[in-house]
């Protein structure tokens, strides 16, 4: 296993870390958050046995950068960082792997360069980009098929309050069991290991007024020919299957695999099934 973090400069100056996981073909990632690094991503359940990872920090967070510029750090400005690094690695097209609010980048990144994407996987994602909102409705409904467990009952009545707009600080702790597939040990480690490698300030500009332009990424899409595997989690509260659902219907080209049990971090609850998966289809 290699774990070094080499460095990339983007068109505007930034110098952006990356961390190398594995060997074999490249594989880069972007991780969600949105504005979070790369750890939480880990080998990704062992993929990393599979392809080599090439994790980036996003500007702003781990070994990257940080910036004055609060604008840099909108979805649609960091599609220059992908780019970049393409060009850093000599590669004439990547392979790309997004979890969650990456996706976005990713979904721009494949609008805009079509031709310089092999295979594209959307773990679990956002759905912003493209325009389709998941509502509270869906949430709560979803929601009911953990109400076995027994941290469900204050969790429940925490996700109502905020569906209602009116949860607090409190209530989004006391959800946190919804976004794994089992509220574990190893769940919880993963978890709270994610503590402060968030950026809120970019974070707040992620999804900035400008960033999307839903229907005219949804026409680039319609184009886009290359192999997309699209892998949602059942009872995944962040993006609702359903919802994913939609969205790999967008791509002319895609395999949507809903993964038994899991969460917002498939890998985590169930990884020799995400690694079986994604390794096959990324060859």
Request: aromatic share 8%; charged share 20%; glycine share 10%.
């Amino acid at each position: 296993m290699i774990d070094v973090m080499p460095t990339f400069t983007t068109p505007d100056g930034t110098t952006l870390a990356y961390h190398l996981n594995g060997s074999g073909n490249p594989l880069i990632c972007l991780p969600g958050g949105p504005i979070q690094d790369s750890a939480y991503l880990g080998d990704l359940g062992g993929l990393s046995e599979h392809r080599q990872l090439v994790l980036i920090d996003t500007r702003g967070t781990g070994e990257s950068a940080n910036l004055t510029d609060a604008g840099s750090y909108r979805c649609d400005r960091l599609v220059d960082d992908v780019e970049a690094l393409r060009l850093h690695l000599g590669l004439e097209s990547i392979d790309l792997l997004a979890h969650s609010a990456g996706a976005n980048l990713a979904t721009l990144y494949a609008a805009r360069f079509p031709d310089r994407v092999g295979r594209l996987v959307l773990v679990t994602p956002s759905t912003m980009a493209v325009g389709i909102a998941v509502t509270g409705e869906d949430r709560l409904a979803l929601a009911k098929q953990r109400s076995t467990e027994s941290w469900y009952p204050a969790a429940s009545a925490a996700l109502e309050r905020i569906v209602a707009g009116i949860g607090g600080d409190a209530d989004w702790a006391a959800v946190d069991p919804f976004f794994y597939g089992r509220w574990d040990a190893a769940a919880k480690a993963h978890h709270s290991a994610q503590d402060g490698h968030r950026n809120p300030d970019g974070a707040s500009v992620f999804a900035a007024d400008g960033a999307f332009d839903p229907d005219a990424t949804r026409s680039a899409l319609a184009e886009f020919t290359s192999p997309v595997l699209v892998i949602a989690g059942e009872v995944d509260l962040n993006s609702v299957p359903t919802v994913v659902a939609q969205f790999a219907e967008l791509f002319p080209n895609a395999e949507l695999v809903i993964q038994p049990g899991a969460g917002h971090f498939p890998w985590v609850d169930d990884s020799a099934r995400f690694v079986a998966a994604s390794a096959a289809f990324l060859g």
